[in-house]
Structures are given as structure tokens and as C-alpha cells.
């Protein structure tokens, strides 16, 4: 090749390169994307908020800000319980929330925050990973224009906390307490009288006596929330929620606008912190239990075994209710039993018996 021809060839090519790279960049500029992620949490709460603004950031960092989350909390864009609806019409883009506070929208959505004497952690992750039940999960919330994921959980809650002991179950009669999901259904079926409310108005509920008692989490977030200056009395264990996933949903539309790349760095933003989350109740719960016992003096009370066969027979019911609202319940429950069923003996196998062998070895 004649090297003049070769050298302007050169010339133009690397001309041509630069012009391309210059016109590139304000192209990725115009794909920056800002989303809106709302939540069900108060700003800045241990564990929740927080690991609401974690999913928000991870999802940023991890697109180099092309997709840029906002979030805020609760009441700042819609309140707390209207989160749903906001992703759904498209208000906002995305939430951060407990899927049970949708059931009256559909109450198949417990199924994937916590049933009473349902699965731990462990399990509804292989469930929903590995058992059929974000396939089936997809074709619930697809009826509201919302995809989801797993993204968060927090582990084995607490029963409550009560103004008064309960030693059998006549002592539910007439107790106002706070319980969403379908553990205050249960709580119901006994003659309390259960209501939801957001995690901000529980305190004072409690205070003013609006409520007797109430659940929320466990030891760190109850503590965070000062439960403890207002009723001493702290129940376990919470078979109402047994291992409690948090979900991040997303406007079905914006979600299907995504290139598979981006959808597949949402997803792992979302695991990544399913993860982090369970992991961070584990490492501060029993820190902030002692704090609770030999701080505050709370009395740690363990609900009875005649209590919990009571709540147990009460549950199946009111969860087999469930199933039978419509077929797509159906098939939601029919795959949750099942699996239950086949996970519960090697849950047994391996983490119940070997905790038990291992706090009667060692003394702890």
C-alpha cells in the first residue's frame, strides 16, 4: 500500500474514532434514567430504611449512574401504605416494602413476606429461588403492572410486646394490638382485635393506648423504636412472621423498558441486599436484646406450648382461607404447602437439631 494513502487513511480513521467517541458521550448522557423508589419505612430506620437506601445506591453505583435511584421514605411522596398503588399507576417507579401490606389487594401477596408457622429465611429463599414461587409470585403482581424481588429479610421475629402477661389464649380476648398480614387474622379468630399500621404510628398508638400491644420486629429495631419505655412485657416466639422477606418492586412497564443487562443489575442489586440485610439483623439483634433485659429491665416472656398449639391449629385455617380465594391462590398455597413440607425435614436435620446439640454441649 502506498504509505501517503495509508498515513491519511490512518489520519481519517482516527478522525472518524474521535468524532464517534465525541458524538457517543452525549448519548449516554441522554440514557441516564432517574427513578423514584418509594417505601413503607420511616427515613433513615436501622435495618429497613436503611436497607431500602442500600438497594437505591447499590442500583446506582452498579450502573455508574445511568440509572439513578431516588428514594424516599415514607410520607414523603405517598404515605407508607399507598406505596403499592404508586408503583403500579406509575407515580413511582420502584418500591421497598413487606408484600402483606398489599393483601387487600390480593391476599396471596403474605405468601412472600411471612405466613404464621410458615417458612425461615432459609426457606423462602429456596423457595421463591429454586421451588417455583417467583414464577408464581411473577404472575401475581404482573395482574398490577409490578415486577418483584427478594430484597431483604429479617430473619425470626418477636412475638410483641404487651401491657400484660399472656398465659393462655383467653388473654388475647379484647387485646388491641397491632399485627398486620395474616397473623392478625389468627389473633383475630382468638377475639383481639388486630390492626395495621405503618411503623411510625406505633409508638404512639401505644403510648396514648390506643393499642395494648404491638409487633414489629425484634430486639434492634425495638429497641430503636423505644417500646420498652412505654410496656416491659416481651414475647417469643413471633409465629406470625418466621422469617419475613422484604421485596423491592418495580412498575412492570419501566421494568420492561430495561436493556436484559440492566434487569439483570436490578436483580442482583435486589439479592445482594436479601443478603445483607438478614446478615445485619443476626449480628445486632442479640446485642440490642441485652441492652433491652439488662438496660431496661424488660421481661422476657416465652409464649406457652398449649398457646402455640392453638395459634398453630388457628393458622392452618386461616392460611388454607387463603388458598382458596381464587385459583391462582390455589396453586400459590398448593406450592407453599408442598414445599414446606419437604424443606421443614431438613430444616429439622440440620439447623434445629444441630443449635440444640450444639447449646447443650457447650452451655450456650
Not at 390480593?106 to 421451588?131: I, Q, R, S, Y
Not at 414461587?133 to 424481588?149: I, M, P, R, T
Not at 445482594?272 to 422476657?300: C, I, P, R, T
Request: charged share 20%.
Amino acid at each position: 500500500m502506498n504509505r501517503r494513502k495509508f498515513l491519511t487513511g490512518a489520519a481519517t480513521g482516527l478522525v472518524a474514532g474521535a468524532a464517534a467517541t465525541t458524538l457517543s458521550a452525549p448519548a449516554i448522557a441522554q440514557g441516564k434514567r432517574d427513578l423514584k423508589m418509594v417505601t413503607t419505612w420511616p427515613k433513615n430506620f436501622p435495618g429497613l430504611g436503611t436497607g431500602a437506601q442500600r438497594v437505591a445506591d447499590r442500583i446506582t453505583a452498579m450502573s455508574d449512574g445511568r440509572l439513578n435511584v431516588k428514594l424516599y421514605a415514607a410520607g414523603e411522596l405517598v404515605p407508607p401504605l399507598e406505596s403499592f398503588d404508586a408503583v403500579s399507576n406509575g407515580t413511582a417507579d420502584m418500591y421497598h416494602g413487606a408484600e402483606y401490606y398489599w393483601q387487600g389487594k390480593h391476599k396471596a401477596f403474605n405468601f412472600f413476606t411471612a405466613v404464621p408457622f410458615g417458612f425461615t429465611a432459609n426457606e423462602l429463599d429456596a423457595w421463591v429461588t429454586f421451588g417455583g414461587g417467583q414464577e408464581l409470585w411473577d404472575k401475581l403482581s404482573a395482574q398490577f403492572n409490578v415486577k418483584s424481588f427478594m430484597a431483604g429479610n429479617t430473619g425470626v421475629q418477636m412475638g410483641g410486646w404487651f401491657n400484660k402477661e399472656i398465659n393462655t389464649v383467653e388473654d388475647f380476648k379484647g387485646l388491641k394490638i397491632r399485627m398486620p398480614g395474616l397473623g392478625g387474622e389468627v389473633l383475630r379468630h382468638l377475639g383481639a382485635a388486630a390492626v395495621t399500621l405503618p411503623g411510625g404510628e406505633i409508638f404512639p398508638s401505644l403510648e396514648s393506648g390506643a393499642i395494648d400491644a404491638t409487633e414489629w420486629v425484634g430486639p434492634w429495631n425495638d429497641l430503636a423504636f423505644g417500646f420498652y419505655k412505654v410496656t416491659k412485657y416481651y414475647y417469643q416466639p413471633g409465629f406470625h412472621e418466621p422469617g419475613s422477606g422484604l421485596a423491592c418492586g418495580m412498575n412492570k412497564d419501566v421494568w420492561e423498558s430495561f436493556s436484559p443487562a440492566d434487569q439483570a443489575l436490578v436483580q442482583a442489586a435486589c439479592y445482594a441486599e436479601n443478603n445483607v440485610m438478614l446478615a445485619e439483623y443476626n449480628a445486632k439483634n442479640g446485642d440490642s436484646l441485652d441492652v433491652l433485659l439488662n438496660k431496661h429491665n424488660v421481661q422476657l416472656r416465652t409464649f406457652s406450648q398449649d398457646i402455640m398449639n392453638v395459634l398453630g391449629e388457628k393458622s392452618e385455617l386461616v392460611v388454607a382461607e387463603v388458598g382458596q380465594t381464587d385459583d391462582l391462590s390455589k396453586e400459590i398455597y398448593d406450592s407453599y404447602i408442598d414445599f414446606r413440607k419437604k424443606v421443614s425435614r431438613w430444616t429439622k436435620l440440620s439447623e434445629t437439631d444441630y443449635t440444640t446439640a450444639r447449646g447443650t454441649a457447650l452451655n450456650i
